[in-house]
């Protein structure tokens, strides 16, 4: 048996029952990202020693009888999440030789229950991008088709997991980064409501509309990660109060008589046919299993994308002025176009004089989207639409025009913009065999009810048995 | 030949003493400590660390805004002011912009010389208000050391709390303007926020600075008719201010101000606008330097602080922070000038919350055949340093004392004076040959077998009396 295309929740069960040791585990682990790794890229920094030795460390706890959440299991962590002793580059040469000396909270739980870091997974730099050909590091390649892009920001993270490196890979998702690189690699990517995970320790992108979470293979191993690294933080004053159910055991019952608003907005012209047809194929699932389906709208969806643009930009602009030249040991000149542009883009959008046009307005308009859903959620339960309005695209097809390039966060950035959680769940395969994403949007920390939607497709489905071929 | 009028008005800034800084744990307490040691993730800036608000130093902004008669607002948010220097690690400081903590307010100050005037009214008639704008709060930034051609940072400052009072340009000479901080620094003092040394830099001074011309023959300021009935008229305020920075004394304000005032004149009376600008106090040369025009001034792109949420202030909680409120020295000079207590003392009394408190204990003690007044307690409060250290019991035995020394038994000092005499035939002999020190001798025994119980003075008629004969 080929130990690394277990699932979490099997590694779980195994490593529990003695099938195998967790050291067996990472070693296997770290085989496959060290045959794949120079073709695929997902990784920055492999932490082959250290991971080891941790691994021993949680043999001796199994053979205690300890139990963890996530006792031996390997954990990948995109390399914007800030690790003790562990060089967090964000993907940008600026901090090329950025040794932290903290762990994120994420991190900090992520340890205490035994999880392991075999190490950093590679991104669009800083999280600017969507298709993760905006890394210092070079490009992801989709494990699905090395020809494509992976999504982003949180490539490596997408990749790694499709491509069997690692059962969890983490992300940061500010406009759709976890659940982009989920819908083009058929992985289950989680961008929780903001505030359920902490931003301690992960470097800012937009700090409104950061949302911490991880991308795994399938809802139950999703759900299990979530129940770890959720939770009120007193290092975070935006972080949630709300408690911590254990999602994994809210996963099973029935899901029939739930209202999932079908948003005609997200279905449009501009949405390929393949990808609309193909979430009608998903939707219909649900619709046999007696979910009522409802069309609905969401008038000021347009105006998204401009809204979370300017605003993140805004907030970019000023949370990368601390790489200033004087820390970290490289000049500002080291950041990448992506970065300057967005730099420009929020400085302009914030400067005396335009920031009524720009920063301002913007606000006005997320109150308009917030409430858009909010009315929405009074008449159905969950929405349900694609993450993507376009299938898996090929390196420098989109990259050479960045508005062409922003325009693949439309479907995605709305749920940062208005804060809910939104769940992105593998929903099958265009002819090409390029997967193809749907996700379940519901309000503000109704995690459990999207894992319990998106559990039942997928134990109808079980789109996560289809796995990419990789050579090397 | 006056025809020109000083615009002043006050930015303050105020480091508080809370435990830990503004976002973090670290000690708020980084005077003379080693450089960088009281640092972390937070006050450094480091990539992923997150600014959490410290809630005492929320609730002494607001009692300061109090202590000013200010309005609490009921929502109140953090705001990032963008601007790049060495001392400020995240490249913005955490402040407030168009929700301060506070807004408006005043701060009363008696006009009269109080060395000239022995009465005031009891009503603090011939006092002025002075406006104040708003109360916020911030973080310090880090400490730049220049040595030799290095610049070294020390970021134990970084993330202080910093409250910052903005005043309406209500002042017009630099004598008002010290005793205004002078005043100011007493109150903050007496909410027991802050040590407001200006040495120390926990209390820092930047006036702003304009000359604005009168018409010949008139001396009122030119006013602007109110837009609508409800606003109140508003002086015309002249084209351009010049801001004072890094002035670390109460007279070097004083002196910053007045050479700021001749310079702007000067140019003004050469038909020249001074330029809008910030400029530095040398207290070497006394005079001000040019640091920065209008042109190169920053343009601070304020937005909301996206990692903490707004403030929400209840009345209630409001109203249980302003129960903390103590009598503030300008009532309590008040309340002592109508208990009698002449202008002049009932103000050094509550120049220190100490010394008036220790006032107040004391006249509570007083009790009618004591013999005592409240104007004694002041006397010996401000007079006799010695009795500083006592207790307020030991304080008010010395007071009787000094009061009613007669009140000890004649009989018994009498027969004490007779008996040293005999004994001390030499001292007597001395005195009788015109040796004036002996006389002193001789109180000083009967004083000591009295045991301290007599007037000194009284000891000294009685024995020139008996030697006389």
Redesign the interface.
């Known amino acids: 048996m080929e130990l690394t295309s277990l699932r979490l929740k099997e590694a779980l069960e195994g490593l529990e029952n003695k099938k195998f040791s967790s050291v067996e585990l990472i070693k296997s682990h770290i085989g496959r990202i060290k045959k794949f790794n120079k073709k695929i890229n997902a990784f920055i920094t492999i932490c082959e020693e250290e991971a080891l030795s941790q691994a021993r460390e949680a043999d001796t706890l199994i053979a205690k009888k300890a139990k963890n959440a996530l006792l031996g299991i390997p954990v990948a962590l995109k390399d914007n999440w800030v690790t003790k002793g562990i060089r967090s580059t964000a993907a940008s040469k600026v901090l090329d030789n950025y040794i932290p000396q903290y762990d994120a909270t994420a991190v900090v739980r992520l340890k205490a229950a035994g999880a392991i870091i075999i190490g950093k997974t590679n991104l669009d730099a800083w999280g600017h991008g969507s298709s993760g050909e905006h890394s210092d590091y070079g490009n992801t390649l989709n494990p699905w088709d090395y020809s494509r892009v992976t999504g982003g920001s949180s490539s490596g993270s997408g990749a790694a997991v499709s491509a069997d490196m690692t059962l969890v890979g983490t992300g940061t998702d500010t406009g759709g980064s976890i659940r982009q690189p989920a819908a083009f690699c058929n992985v289950v990517g989680l961008k929780p409501t903001y505030g359920r995970v902490s931003r301690y320790g992960i470097i800012a992108m937009a700090s409104s509309t950061d949302s911490i979470a991880h991308l795994t293979k399938t809802v139950w191993d999703n759900a299990r990660v979530l129940s770890v690294t959720a939770g009120f933080d007193p290092m975070d004053g935006t972080a949630g109060k709300n408690e911590v159910p254990n999602y994994e055991d809210l996963l099973q019952g029935k899901i029939s008589g739930l209202k999932i608003g079908i948003p005609k907005e997200y279905f449009g012209k501009g949405t390929d046919e393949i990808v609309a047809d193909t979430c009608h194929k998903a939707l219909k699932v649900l619709e046999d299993l007696g979910c009522k389906l409802v069309d609905i709208s969401l008038p000021h969806t347009k105006y998204a994308y401009p809204v979370y643009a300017v605003i993140q930009a805004s907030e970019v602009s000023s949370n990368l002025l601390r790489y200033d030249g004087v820390r970290y040991g490289n000049e500002r000149k080291m950041f990448g176009d992506e970065a300057k542009r967005r730099i420009m883009m929020g400085t302009h959008s914030l400067s005396s004089g335009y920031a009524d046009k720009y920063y301002h307005q913007s606000l006005k308009g997320r109150t308009l989207i917030i409430r858009d859903f909010m009315e929405a959620y009074k008449k159905i339960d969950v929405i349900a639409c694609p993450v993507w309005p376009f299938l898996p695209f090929k390196f420098d097809e989109r990259a050479i025009d960045p508005l062409k390039m922003y325009l693949s966060d439309v479907f995605t950035a709305p749920a940062n913009v208005s804060g809910n959680p939104s769940l992105s769940v593998p929903a099958g395969f265009s002819p090409d065999k390029l997967p193809i994403g749907i996700q379940f949007m519901g309000p503000n920390y109704s995690e459990d009810l999207l894992y319990k939607v998106a559990y039942r497709y997928e134990q109808e489905t079980k789109w996560y048995l289809k796995k990419p071929k990789l050579y090397e | 030949m006056n025809k020109y009028k000083p615009v002043i008005g006050l930015e303050i800034h105020v480091e508080l003493e809370t435990k830990s800084k503004m976002f973090c744990g670290c000690p708020a307490d980084h005077f003379g400590k080693k450089p960088n040691t009281q640092t972390c993730?937070v006050c450094l800036?480091?990539?992923?660390?997150?600014?959490?608000?410290n809630k005492k130093a929320v609730e002494w902004t607001i009692l300061i805004g109090r202590a000013l008669s200010s309005k609490i607002n009921s929502v109140s948010k953090f705001d990032?002011k963008?601007y790049?220097y060495?001392d400020l690690?995240?490249?913005?400081q955490i402040s407030q912009y168009d929700e301060p903590i506070a807004k408006g307010g005043w701060l009363n100050l008696t006009l009269r010389n109080p060395q000239g005037s022995k009465t005031v009214p009891a009503n603090l008639e011939g006092s002025r208000k002075f406006r104040i704008t708003r109360v916020h709060l911030e973080e310090d930034t880090g400490k730049l050391l220049h040595i030799g051609i290095d610049t070294l940072v020390d970021f134990n400052r970084s993330g202080v709390p910093l409250v910052e009072i903005v005043t309406e340009p209500d002042f017009d000479n630099s004598k008002d303007v010290k005793r205004f901080i002078e005043e100011l620094q007493v109150v903050i003092r007496y909410l027991g926020v802050s040590d407001a040394d200006m040495e120390k830099g926990s209390m820092r001074i930047e006036p702003n600075i304009s000359v604005k011309k009168l018409e010949v023959g008139s001396w009122k300021l030119e006013v602007k008719k109110p837009q609508t009935s409800n606003l109140k008229p508003q002086t015309v305020l002249p084209n351009y201010k010049v801001e004072i920075k890094n002035i670390n004394s109460f007279r070097f304000v004083k002196q910053a101000i007045e050479y700021e005032i001749e310079r702007q004149t000067e140019l003004l009376e050469k038909g020249i606008t001074p330029r809008q600008e910030t400029r530095g106090y040398d207290d070497k040369k006394g005079k001000t330097y040019s640091q920065r025009t209008k042109e190169e001034a920053h343009?601070y792109?304020?937005?909301p602080e996206?990692?903490?949420?707004p403030m929400i202030f209840s009345k209630k909680y409001v109203e249980e922070i302003q129960k903390q409120l103590p009598e503030l020295p300008q009532n309590r000079m008040q309340r002592y000038i109508k208990q009698g207590i002449k202008y002049q003392d009932a103000f050094t009394l509550t120049r220190n919350k100490r010394i008036a408190d220790r006032f107040d204990k004391t006249t509570l003690k007083i009790k009618t055949v004591d013999n005592i007044r409240v104007s004694d307690v002041a006397n010996i409060i401000i007079n006799r340093k010695e009795t500083a250290n006592l207790t307020i019991e030991g304080l008010y035995r010395k007071l009787k004392e000094f009061k009613n020394p007669r009140q000890i038994d004649e009989k018994a000092l009498d027969d004490s004076i007779k008996h040293l005499i005999e004994i001390n035939k030499k001292a007597v002999e001395d005195f009788k040959k015109g040796k004036e020190n002996a006389i002193m001798f001789l109180v000083g025994q009967v004083m000591r077998e009295m045991k301290g119980k007599a007037d000194p003075k009284i000891i000294k008629e009685k024995l020139l009396k008996i030697l006389s004969i």
């Open positions: 993730p800036g480091l990539p992923g660390a997150l600014p959490v608000p990032r963008h790049f060495p690690p995240k490249g913005y343009d792109r304020y937005f996206p990692d903490i949420p």
